[in-house]
């Protein structure tokens, strides 16, 4: 995991789809694990789904507020 991936977490939008337009650290748990179940889209934002999947699995979410706090200004 690269560490830069964690702060795109709580900046990029889901570019499609039902969330289309929400922050990837805020698209609900199940839409992310059917992703885990259908398979992700390729390149970043499928590696970012699978990040955010593993990190609302574990029930690590709250780890994100810090950096959404750091880009609020």
């Known amino acids: 995991m690269d560490p830069e ?3 795109k977490l709580v900046t990029r ?3 499609f789809g039902k969330y ?3 922050l990837i650290a805020d698209l609900p748990g199940n839409y992310l694990h059917w ?3 259908q398979g992700y889209p390729p390149g970043e934002i ?3 789904l699978a ?3 593993e990190i609302d699995h ?3 979410k709250p780890l994100l507020e810090a950096l959404r706090r750091g880009r609020i200004r």
Do not use: S, W
Request: no cysteine.
């Open 46 to 48: 499928g590696r970012l």
């Open 51 to 53: 990040l955010m999947r």
């Open 13 to 15: 939008e889901m570019p």
């Open 5 to 7: 991936d964690l702060e």
């Open 35 to 37: 992703f885990a179940r």
């Open 20 to 22: 289309k337009g929400r």
């Open 58 to 60: 574990n029930g690590l």
